[in-house]
């Protein structure tokens, strides 16, 4: 069992910056794929970025160049960190972690990020 708890959240101007962190209880199976999702007001959640045990990452379309996935694994920490936010980065952003192979897929309670001047 996995628990995950965001925060960092906040307000910020457009073009600032903020950190987001997702701490994790419970060991991280290393099959796992860690993410970012997040949801805005009236739209679908949706896949922000992606990192795997190995490394790897992946990043939506919108948000590459900006945005950049990372895990301190003493702290069993994944961070996001965001760059040159913009008003459309508005949303509530959700940690999850999940290993496909055995079915198992984590979430956390969300964090919100408001980009408005």
């Known amino acids: 069992q996995v628990q995950l708890v965001e925060s960092g959240g906040g307000l910020v101007q457009p073009g600032g910056s903020l950190r987001l962190s997702c701490s994790a209880s419970?060991?991280?199976?290393?099959?796992?794929?860690m993410g970012w999702y997040r949801q805005g007001p009236g739209k679908q959640r949706e896949l922000v970025a992606t990192?795997?045990?190995?490394?790897?990452?992946t990043y939506a379309d919108s948000v590459r160049g900006r945005f950049s996935i990372y895990r301190d694994n003493a702290k069993n920490t994944i961070y996001l960190q965001m760059n040159m936010l913009r008003t459309e980065d508005t949303a509530i952003y959700f940690c999850?972690?999940?290993?496909?192979?055995?079915?198992?897929?984590?979430w956390g309670q969300g964090t919100q990020v408001t980009v408005s001047s």
């Open positions: 419970g060991s991280i199976n290393k099959l796992a794929i």
């Open positions: 999850n972690v999940r290993v496909p192979t055995i079915n198992q897929d984590y």
């Open positions: 990192l795997t045990t190995l490394g790897a990452t």
